[in-house]
């Protein structure tokens, strides 16, 4: 399956389906001199090798990172720079970004800097993945916070082979999920209904595709209409206000990504119902994260420590927090919250989770 996704410097495709990773080369569109493939220690093993056989044959380099998400920091990245100079890569080369959203995000920065920008290719290997490798946001982590340092590039074309989802540990099958769940509460109240019927420890591979295609078309109707964030784009953070947070405050360590979105999503929902005094299936979504295994630790949301990591966000103003809330299932919004109204809705979901 193709979906097309235009962006302000060229349109490129999301291929979604089986055997792609043996096929890599007809979906390349042009000749390059040589191509870097950029992994991580986990991917490595599982499939750099069938990639590497299906690339066409020119002058190639192999760059590893360790696995997680500590890997998007400046040091690997100008490591990864460093070895690309190496490589010989010049501005007709290719990067290959194999594995999930944080070889993504790394590979993605360092082809949008080196040189000024080469052409790379996202081939996504985790669920949630589908996000990450779509919409050209590519960045690297600074201490002070996640994702504080990088660009908007979008890739050249994305390569999702279904197939390298079978390997996934079910904590990063539940961690992408979060993703698809958020997709579905900003557009379409069905889809949202239809998601939360599955069960995650019995997916079937065609569920999976059906969601991943969903959660692509989603993220692609938004950042077509909206590429650098200037309205829309934000709905797409919706339960990473409270989720990056958690995920520095922890130092990426516990919680995946997508699980700290997860308890992120459902705090949005609580602030929600509360302030637009509207039904937003918080309870619903409590009793499916639950069902399915996410972490929902009360005792690690501590109000305060909280709200200061919540003001480094991005999408902060002027020293508040803004955050997505919905007005109901398909109908985002965004609101800026002073101090005490954070700290008072952190106390009481905490109370609501245990
Ligand atoms: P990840 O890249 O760390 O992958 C998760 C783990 O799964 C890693 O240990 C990895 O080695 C392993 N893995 C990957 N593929 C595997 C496979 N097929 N089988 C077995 N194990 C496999 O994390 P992620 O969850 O994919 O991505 C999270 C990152 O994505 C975060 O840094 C987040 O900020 C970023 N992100 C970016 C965007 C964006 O728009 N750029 C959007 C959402 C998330
Ligand atoms: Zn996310």
Do not use: C
């Not at 069902?291 to 630790?297: H, S, V």
Request: glycine share 8%; charged share 25%.
């Amino acid at each position: 399956k193709e979906i097309v996704v235009p962006s302000s410097s060229h349109t490129y495709s999301v291929w979604i389906g089986e055997g792609l990773l043996k096929n890599v080369s007809k979906y390349l569109q042009k000749e390059y001199s040589s191509i870097f493939v950029i992994t991580d220690d986990v991917v490595e093993k599982l499939y750099l090798q069938t990639l590497l056989e299906s690339l066409p044959k020119v002058h190639k380099a192999v760059a590893v990172v360790a696995a997680g998400e500590q890997s998007k920091n400046i040091t690997t990245y100008y490591r990864l720079q460093t070895e690309a100079i190496e490589a010989g890569l010049d501005r007709n080369s290719l990067i290959i970004a194999l594995g999930g959203g944080v070889v993504g995000d790394i590979a993605g920065f360092v082809a949008a800097t080196y040189m000024r920008g080469i052409d790379y290719i996202q081939v996504p290997t985790t669920v949630l993945a589908h996000d990450s490798s779509v919409g050209g946001k590519v960045a690297i982590n600074h201490e002070q916070g996640k994702n504080l340092i990088g660009s908007f590039y979008p890739p050249a074309a994305v390569l999702y082979d279904v197939d390298t989802l079978a390997t996934l540990p079910p904590q990063e099958i539940r961690s992408g999920y979060a993703e698809i769940v958020k997709e579905a509460l900003i557009s379409d109240k069905e889809a949202f209904e239809r998601l939360l019927q599955v069960n995650l420890h019995d997916l079937t591979k065609e569920e999976l595709q059906e969601h991943l295609s969903f959660g692509i078309e989603v993220k692609t109707a938004i950042v077509t209409a909206d590429e650098k964030e200037k309205g829309e784009r934000k709905f797409l953070n919706l339960g990473h206000t409270l989720g990056h947070a958690i995920e520095t405050e922890l130092q990426y360590q516990l919680l995946k990504h997508g699980e700290a979105v997860a308890v992120g999503l459902l705090f949005s929902l609580f602030v929600s119902e509360d302030l637009f005094q509207a039904d937003v299936s918080f309870s619903k979504l409590y009793g499916w994260l639950s069902d399915n295994g996410y972490p929902l630790p009360a005792e690690m949301l501590d109000p305060e420590i909280l709200l200061k990591r919540m003001k480094t966000d991005k999408k902060a103003q002027a020293g508040k927090v803004q955050m997505v809330l919905l007005k109901d299932i398909g109908q985002p919004t965004t609101a800026v919250l002073d101090d005490e109204q954070i700290v008072h809705y952190i106390k009481r979901f905490r109370e609501r989770l245990v």
